[in-house]
């Protein structure tokens, strides 16, 4: 099979591979796109190793067909996806969603994972009938792949949104994704509009550690801080006596370690909150761009030059008619 492998820092190549023997529980899948994350980045950069066990391929999401149903799927892995073949336990297998074509529907399942369990399993953001009031939910990087995707998951399901962007223009294009208020990061001071905003019950962070602080100054009384990346480092300061008057509470997250069985867990939560409001057009996936699989490194720059709105696939087989 055709697969890129990381044979130095930062560098990818395309190389022919033995395919995956699946072990207990696994199943295979005949990939027809892969997902590109920031965390596929760090890891070809060094800095974001896969799990013991994992395959050592980037790639942490796919879409394509179970080698012994031949049905349509898309699947979250710790890692192998930039491959024209996976091994996949079966648990982290889920069907494609009928309203995506297949191609798309590899950049759904790692970011949709990833905001329902940091938004709802996590941090508590209400999926059922709701309460008196909407909750106020900050999302920081707006037009990246969770970004876009976090704005329409929290939109459906009544909460207010904000969110910070890199440009004036992205400030239009999020607010057509269901964005309350969208601030430049670049030109606003972000903390004092989202105080003079009413504050946040819910902060979707990717910053990490240098913006501790200015997160926990936008937090209402309860608020909950949820790190799911540090783009800008991993240490910082903290304001404990704001935080305790607050009553706030800070996670940190990650998917990609998590057990089979808990992945299981969020994929189930996931298929009942997410399909459905695909099927109502509630939510879409922008794609960005899609590379071929051998321009891999051209996908990668994309992200990290940034000003990307949503995904970037790689299309690993030919997908016509997907």
């Known amino acids: 099979m055709r697969a890129v492998t990381n044979p130095d820092k930062n560098r990818l ?16 899948i005949d990939v027809v796109a892969a997902g590109v994350n920031r965390a596929d980045l760090a890891q070809v950069a060094g800095v974001y190793p896969p799990p013991s066990g994992a395959s050592p391929l980037p790639g ?39 309203s995506l074509p297949l191609a798309e529907a590899a950049g759904l399942i790692e970011v949709a994972a990833t905001v329902v369990s940091n938004l709802v399993i996590e941090a508590g953001l209400d999926a059922g009938t709701g309460g008196a009031e909407p909750q106020t939910v900050l999302i920081h990087g707006g037009t990246g792949g969770i970004g876009t995707f976090a704005i329409q998951f929290a939109h459906a399901l009544g909460a207010r949104v904000l969110t910070t962007v890199g440009s004036d223009e992205a400030v239009d294009t999020v607010r057509s994704l269901g964005a309350d208020l969208a601030w430049n990061r670049r030109t606003a001071d972000v903390p004092r509009a989202v ?34 990346a540090t783009l800008g480092g991993e240490s910082g300061l903290l304001n404990a006596g704001a935080l305790m008057r607050k009553r706030g509470r800070i996670i940190g997250t990650t998917v990609r370690s998590r057990a089979s069985w808990d992945k299981q867990r969020i994929l ?16 879409r996936i922008p794609i ?29 087989a030919d997908a016509a008619g997907a």
């Open 60 to 98: 942490l999401e796919v879409s394509g067909y179970r080698r012994d149903t031949g049905e349509p799927v898309v699947a979250l892995l710790a890692g192998g996806g930039y491959a024209e073949v996976v091994a996949v336990p079966e648990v982290q297998v889920l069907p494609a969603p009928p």
């Open 13 to 28: 190549e395309l190389v022919d591979l033995p395919e995956p023997e699946p072990a207990a529980g696994e199943v295979l």
């Open 268 to 283: 189930e939560r996931t298929r009942e909150l997410v399909w459905p409001m695909l099927e109502e057009g509630r939510i």
């Open 288 to 316: 960005h761009a899609r590379v071929p699989l051998a321009e891999a490194a051209r996908a990668h720059r994309v992200l990290l030059d940034g000003g990307h709105l949503g995904k970037v696939i790689l299309d690993v």
């Open 195 to 228: 105080r003079e905003a009413g504050g946040a019950d819910i902060i979707l962070d990717i910053v990490g550690g240098p913006a501790l602080n200015d997160n926990v100054g936008m937090l209402r009384e309860f608020g909950r801080l949820v790190i799911i």
